[in-house]
């Protein structure tokens, strides 16, 4: 067993798709406690008995539908008409409006793709210094993965059988806390940068809103929706995504329908990947809950801490290394299944515990070897890895202060959720 | 073999658009459609079928996302060694790991069959009259794509390393 463990670690860091090491790992374990081996078959099938990841398409395709269109732009002009005059003001706003649109196109790096572009050199253009805007272009790509209706969060609720409308509650005050820090690093890094604070106009916040007239509601409508509990999230899906293609597509006209197989798959081709790792963690969860993995590993942790906080710490060491290796959501589905029984063993909340783990795992995009927002963004700006390492450093050490925070004070995650 | 490889590579990549584009829509608009039901028309209409449907069309977008995926080299890897490394030691690590996915994949691809087979016998159906073994067989059939498609990518990968790269170009 040990032997195979070695052979698929190998093959994982040589590039074989994490789905079939995973599955490889699920099936050598059937084999070994005569588990009828098609049994992956079947929990592959249980894809189809998740009402909730209808979410999980819709979202995806609406945020690439945006990405593709002009919203980026509008969404950072409305931002700066009302932000921009503030000290540190473009800074500000391209935090807001990174936060915004990863919420609403769930961390798949394309916030920085379709956002960068634009704040980049908008920053530059303001004076602000080129290592800085690289850190803060990079590491604002996975802000607002703690609000609605990020894909990581509904992927978490459906994992952990959590209500993910409990989760979206729960992520707002750890996600302003996260920006709140970043803002406020932000401003003193160029509290010297000392330039004529652009004036208030406005006209200009007319215009901008004028301009982005037919995309304004869509925000209301979800949020709303999903806030008030009105939408189920999968109802809210579906409705952005039928909002978004009559908005980019039939009003604005910016996508054109020959443009659409192109998005659609794209998008597609994301969830495929999501949903096969998805898929086959679930028949490794299978065996591992029948080999009593987690038992085993609770016995284990509990012979290394004894209370809530040591056990939290401990956590977050191991959360830290995991989002260095693993992308968020193969985190999600191959870990959570594991931890949520030794958390509920030390006592810590579901919800808390979720937040803590999106939390945790938004560092993950910016750590070593292969945080994905460091290899975006060297890619789209052309600048040298270990450049791009350096310039995000000091914004990684913020977001881990938040982290700790968050992880610490679970009365920010749980202030808005209601107990039962 | 090249052109042969070329023209289904093309063929394919219409089917998966196509029954992408298809499947997006057809969820949308029924999902749309259930909610315009339940908050407009007070449920006026009976929906049974439309839930039905929808998680269907979810597993069906992910088997043919996934075989787009792995068309697109698009499935997750952790892939330390290529950030490190280069030369004939990544090309022949490449053709190590997708002949084992490919064989990964056939085999699920087998398991999957074998469920299939076993569903045809209980006779489930949905929709009232629609075999469910029929709707599943999804599944097996992506994995053979997706099994194919990795072998297809060794192949590519074998012609690279022998054939002279420059000279390919050039014809």
Same mark, same amino acid.
Request: proline share 4%; charged share 15%.
């Given at each position: 067993?040990?032997?195979?463990?070695?052979?698929?670690?190998?093959? &994982?860091?040589?590039?074989?798709?994490?789905f079939?090491i995973i599955?490889?790992?699920?099936?050598?374990?059937?084999?070994?406690?005569?588990?009828?081996?098609?049994?992956?078959?079947?929990?592959?099938?249980?894809?189809?008995?998740m009402?909730?990841?209808? &979410?999980?398409?819709?979202?995806?395709?609406?945020?690439?539908?945006?990405?593709e269109?002009n919203?980026?732009?509008?969404l950072?002009?409305?931002?700066?008409?009302m932000?921009?005059?503030?000290?540190?003001?473009? &800074?500000?706003?391209?935090l %807001?409006?990174? %936060?915004?649109?990863t919420?609403?196109? /769930?961390?798949?790096?394309?916030?920085?793709?379709?956002?960068?572009?634009?704040l980049?050199?908008?920053?530059?253009q303001?004076?602000?210094?080129?290592?800085?805007n690289l850190?803060l272009v990079?590491?604002?790509?996975?802000?607002?993965?703690?609000?609605?209706?990020?894909?990581?969060?509904?992927?978490?609720?459906?994992?952990?059988?959590?209500?993910?409308d409990?989760?979206?509650?729960?992520?707002?005050l750890?996600g302003? $806390?996260?920006?709140f820090?970043?803002?406020?690093?932000?401003?003193?890094?160029?509290?010297?940068?000392?330039?004529?604070l652009?004036?208030?106009?406005?006209?200009?916040?007319?215009d901008?809103?004028?301009e982005?007239?037919w995309?304004?509601?869509?925000?209301?409508v979800?949020?709303?929706?999903?806030?008030?509990?009105?939408?189920? $999230?999968?109802?809210?899906a579906?409705?952005? %995504?039928?909002?978004v293609?009559?908005?980019?597509?039939?009003?604005?006209?910016?996508?054109?329908?020959r443009?659409?197989?192109r998005?659609v798959?794209?998008?597609?081709?994301l969830?495929?990947?999501?949903?096969m790792i998805?898929?086959?963690?679930?028949?490794?969860?299978?065996?591992?809950?029948?080999?009593?993995?987690?038992?085993?590993?609770?016995?284990?942790?509990?012979?290394?801490?004894s209370?809530?906080?040591?056990f939290?710490?401990?956590?977050?060491?191991?959360l830290? $290394?995991?989002?260095?290796?693993?992308?968020?959501?193969?985190a999600?589905?191959?870990?959570?299944?594991?931890i949520?029984p030794?958390?509920?063993g030390?006592?810590?909340?579901q919800v808390?515990?979720g937040?803590?783990?999106l939390?945790?795992?938004?560092? /993950?995009?910016?750590?070593?070897?292969?945080?994905?927002?460091l290899?975006?963004?060297?890619?789209?700006?052309?600048?040298?890895?270990m450049?791009?390492?350096?310039?995000?450093?000091?914004?990684?050490?913020?977001?881990?202060?938040s982290?700790?925070?968050?992880?610490?004070l679970?009365?920010?995650?749980?202030l808005?959720v209601s107990?039962? | 073999?090249?052109?042969?490889?070329?023209?289904?590579e093309?063929?394919?990549?219409?089917?998966?658009n196509?029954?992408?584009?298809?499947?997006?829509g057809?969820?949308? =608009?029924?999902?749309?459609f259930?909610?315009?039901?339940?908050? !407009?028309?007070?449920g006026a209409?009976?929906?049974t079928?439309?839930?039905e449907?929808?998680?269907?069309?979810?597993?069906? !977008?992910?088997?043919?996302?996934?075989?787009? *995926?792995c068309?697109?080299?698009?499935?997750?890897?952790i892939?330390?060694?290529?950030?490190?490394?280069?030369g004939?030691?990544? *090309?022949?690590?490449?053709?190590?790991?997708?002949?084992?996915a *490919?064989?990964?994949?056939?085999?699920i =691809?087998?398991?999957?069959?074998?469920?299939?087979?076993?569903?045809?016998s209980? =006779?489930?159906?949905?929709?009232s009259?629609?075999?469910?073994? !029929?709707l599943?067989?999804?599944?097996?059939?992506?994995?053979?794509?997706?099994?194919?498609?990795?072998?297809?990518r060794?192949?590519r990968?074998?012609?690279?390393?022998? =054939?002279?790269?420059?000279?390919?170009?050039?014809?």
């Amino acid at each position: 067993m040990i032997f195979v463990s070695l052979i698929l670690i190998v093959l &994982a860091v040589f590039g074989a798709p994490l789905f079939t090491i995973i599955a490889t790992s699920a099936m050598v374990g059937f084999q070994s406690n005569d588990t009828e081996l098609m049994t992956i078959a079947l929990e592959l099938l249980s894809i189809s008995q998740m009402p909730v990841l209808t &979410a999980i398409p819709l979202f995806t395709f609406a945020g690439y539908l945006l990405s593709e269109s002009n919203a980026p732009g509008r969404l950072v002009r409305l931002t700066s008409a009302m932000f921009g005059w503030m000290p540190g003001g473009l &800074a500000l706003v391209c935090l %807001a409006a990174c %936060a915004f649109f990863t919420a609403f196109t /769930g961390a798949s790096g394309v916030t920085i793709i379709a956002l960068g572009a634009i704040l980049y050199p908008a920053l530059k253009q303001d004076g602000y210094g080129d290592r800085f805007n690289l850190g803060l272009v990079t590491s604002s790509g996975s802000l607002g993965l703690l609000f609605a209706p990020s894909l990581p969060i509904i992927l978490y609720g459906v994992v952990a059988k959590v209500s993910i409308d409990d989760l979206f509650r729960a992520g707002i005050l750890p996600g302003l $806390v996260m920006l709140f820090m970043l803002g406020g690093y932000s401003i003193w890094v160029n509290r010297e940068n000392r330039k004529p604070l652009s004036s208030f106009s406005w006209r200009e916040v007319r215009d901008a809103l004028r301009e982005a007239i037919w995309e304004l509601p869509l925000p209301f409508v979800v949020l709303g929706g999903i806030y008030s509990g009105f939408f189920a $999230v999968s109802e809210a899906a579906a409705i952005t %995504a039928l909002y978004v293609f009559i908005a980019e597509v039939l009003i604005y006209r910016e996508i054109t329908l020959r443009d659409l197989p192109r998005i659609v798959r794209e998008s597609m081709v994301l969830v495929g990947a999501i949903l096969m790792i998805l898929g086959v963690s679930l028949a490794s969860t299978y065996y591992m809950i029948d080999a009593e993995v987690p038992q085993k590993l609770l016995a284990f942790v509990a012979e290394l801490v004894s209370s809530p906080t040591s056990f939290l710490v401990l956590l977050l060491l191991f959360l830290l $290394v995991l989002g260095a290796i693993l992308d968020i959501f193969s985190a999600i589905v191959l870990v959570v299944p594991l931890i949520l029984p030794i958390a509920d063993g030390f006592g810590v909340d579901q919800v808390h515990l979720g937040i803590v783990f999106l939390a945790a795992m938004q560092l /993950g995009y910016l750590t070593p070897p292969v945080g994905l927002n460091l290899f975006i963004a060297s890619y789209r700006f052309n600048k040298p890895i270990m450049h791009v390492y350096s310039a995000t450093f000091p914004f990684l050490i913020i977001l881990m202060l938040s982290v700790i925070l968050i992880t610490f004070l679970p009365e920010l995650s749980l202030l808005f959720v209601s107990g039962d | 073999m090249r052109k042969l490889l070329d023209r289904l590579e093309r063929f394919g990549r219409l089917a998966e658009n196509s029954a992408l584009v298809i499947l997006l829509g057809t969820m949308i =608009g029924v999902s749309v459609f259930q909610i315009i039901n339940r908050q !407009l028309l007070d449920g006026a209409f009976s929906l049974t079928w439309a839930d039905e449907l929808v998680k269907i069309i979810v597993l069906w !977008l992910a088997m043919v996302g996934s075989v787009a *995926a792995c068309r697109d080299n698009k499935h997750i890897r952790i892939d330390l060694i290529s950030h490190v490394l280069s030369g004939p030691v990544v *090309a022949w690590s490449k053709v190590v790991v997708d002949l084992f996915a *490919a064989a990964v994949c056939a085999m699920i =691809g087998w398991q999957a069959w074998r469920l299939v087979r076993e569903e045809r016998s209980w =006779g489930d159906t949905v929709f009232s009259d629609v075999p469910l073994w !029929l709707l599943h067989a999804i599944v097996p059939l992506a994995f053979v794509l997706i099994s194919y498609q990795f072998l297809v990518r060794v192949l590519r990968l074998i012609i690279r390393i022998f =054939g002279p790269d420059e000279a390919e170009r050039a014809s």
